[in-house]
């Protein structure tokens, strides 16, 4: 990589995070390299130095940075990734959420960056597991990425073996059914409780985007990490607004160390990766 290559990518990192939320280290600028020379076909451009260059011209459009955000995020998950963490939802949070939510008999959550569906699916074989009258219940569970084609993925919810090397053979026997090309199709049941959305976390206003400001439980694990720390923290202070008192919001180990030493000011720790609103 030449100087001037460099130079191009350190200036399209910076646009990308300030665009996008995505930042490459130092030690990852040829992934981004990587990722704009493989966008250059769908993008019309026969070089990644011509994208760049439109890039830093600030010519792009929202369109087009969505085509690139295929290419860029990368959405490696999979089925009850992190089990302690469905562990804690099933056993810590649901428990007492449910008892408060008894009369009305309604649940909204939000997965922010789903990748293509594993997250949110998850979550919604907890709540079936956890609420015995689910058909009583009115169930919003909304899932949202920045990567169009991971999104398609999710609505289609069919899985190969590698998505479910965390999830008990039980569970895949009782909510999939293999097809003859050795993928599996999520039941229907749970398929229709999620719905899936684009949304792009760094740059786009939550509430005008469909995001309820009462919101019960908020799912964002795996995400903050590719952001740089402030972005990170300004995020997190965001998906705070968008919960009720005493709600819930989800995050990695990774995650919540960006913030850890100065947590954001609408959000306590309740756990070492789970935060809960103020009141």
Same mark, same amino acid.
């Given at each position: 990589m030449t100087k001037a290559q460099h130079s191009d990518l350190k200036a399209?990192?910076?646009?990308l995070s300030e665009r996008m939320g995505l930042f490459f280290s130092e030690q990852r600028l040829s992934d981004l390299g990587r990722g704009l020379k493989e966008a250059c076909p769908e993008l019309s451009?026969?070089?990644a130095e011509d994208l760049c260059q439109e890039l830093l011209s600030d010519k792009f459009d929202r369109n087009k940075l969505r085509i690139l955000a295929?290419? !860029?995020t990368v959405g490696e998950t999979y089925f009850f990734r992190d089990p302690a963490s469905f562990l804690a939802l099933e056993e810590s949070v649901l428990p007492p959420l449910l008892r408060k939510k008894r009369a009305a008999k309604r649940l909204k959550i939000?997965?922010?960056g789903c990748s293509s569906g594993e997250e949110p699916y998850s979550i919604a074989i907890s709540l079936l597991r956890s609420i015995p009258d689910i058909n009583n219940w009115e169930?919003? !569970?909304l899932a949202t990425d920045i990567n169009m084609r991971s999104l398609e993925r999710a609505r289609e919810a069919r899985y190969s073996s590698w998505s479910f090397r965390s999830m008990p053979e039980e569970f895949i026997s009782q909510y999939f059914s293999e097809e003859a090309d050795g993928q599996f199709s999520l039941n229907e049941k749970i398929k229709k409780m999620v719905k899936f959305d684009y949304l792009n976390l760094a740059e786009d206003k939550y509430s005008k985007s469909g995001i309820p400001n009462d919101l019960d439980l908020i799912f964002?694990?795996?995400?903050l990490i590719y952001f740089t720390q402030a972005k990170a923290k300004d995020i997190a202070e965001q998906l705070g607004q968008c919960l009720h008192p005493e709600a819930y919001l989800f995050t990695s180990a990774n995650d919540?160390?960006?913030f850890i030493a100065n947590p954001p000011q609408n959000l306590e720790r309740a756990a070492s990766t789970i935060f809960k609103k103020r009141n």
């Open positions: 399209v990192n910076e646009f451009f026969a070089r295929q290419y !860029l939000w997965s922010a169930i919003k !569970l964002c694990r795996n995400v919540s160390a960006r």
